[in-house]
């Protein structure tokens, strides 16, 4: 059980593209969902929580313009890369929580951007 | 806003022996601890986790301590094994934060046969 799927696994994109990310809790139901980004050899930063029906809440330094987060079901959450530069190439993990354990995050297998 | 710090960030034991990395936090508030396994390229693991009104979790060859006083908390693995070797993260997160995680710095850890 609490399994989590990202889509897609990895993406090269242009510069001045968008790129959506699509995080999916395939066997319960999440009503907060996170995005996290990783660069190489380092932890994992959060950049925003996104609930299931409302606005997501992003973190200081996060550009919400530039990160935007939908949570339109209880099992779907996507994150679009606006405008990707290459800067914004990085490893993006989404995780969700189960409701019967609310602490408790689940991470999906992350989605390697690449933007050329 | 809470800090998580994690020591050591690189650990090299050899096979059959213990690891122990340990990790402190700054908000005496936090009361979930959740440990994670990374392999390279892959998703966190969740591998144990313990809450605060608990002291020690043990799960096979892994347990987790926790020292709410002193806010630190451990994890150990015993009888190691080529196949842990990986990237262990500590978190820290507390409901009135939203169940935000903060993460350690994270370690690698290499188990040499």
């Known amino acids: 059980g609490a399994v989590v799927s990202q889509h897609p696994s990895r993406v090269i994109c242009k510069s001045g593209t968008s790129v959506k990310i699509e995080c999916r809790s395939l066997d319960f139901q999440a009503t907060t969902m996170f995005w996290y980004r990783q660069f190489p050899k380092k932890s994992l930063m959060l950049m925003a929580t996104s609930n299931e029906g409302s606005k997501a809440t992003y973190e200081q330094g996060v550009e919400k313009d530039k990160f935007l987060i939908n949570h339109a079901s209880l099992t779907l959450s996507t994150l679009t890369v606006t405008s990707a530069h290459p800067e914004d190439s990085s490893f993006y993990i989404c995780?969700?929580?189960?409701?019967?354990?609310?602490?408790?995050?689940?991470f999906g297998p992350g989605t390697r951007l690449l933007v050329l | 806003g809470e800090n998580v710090e994690q020591h050591p960030s690189t650990l090299s034991v050899q096979e059959g022996d213990s690891a122990v990395i340990k990790c402190t936090y700054s908000d005496s508030a936090s009361n979930y601890f959740p440990w994670y396994k990374q392999e390279l390229g892959k998703r966190p693991q969740l591998i144990i986790d313990?809450?605060?009104?608990?002291g020690e979790k043990k799960d096979q060859r892994i347990a987790v301590t926790l020292n709410k006083t002193a806010k630190h908390f451990s994890l150990h693995i015993t009888e190691t094994q080529p196949e842990d070797s990986a990237v262990y993260f500590c978190a820290a997160s507390k409901r009135e934060y939203g169940n935000k995680l903060v993460f350690g710095a994270g370690t690698i850890l290499r188990v040499k046969s």
């Open positions: 995780s969700a929580q189960p409701g019967l354990a609310p602490e408790t995050q689940y």
């Open positions: 313990i809450r605060s009104n608990v």
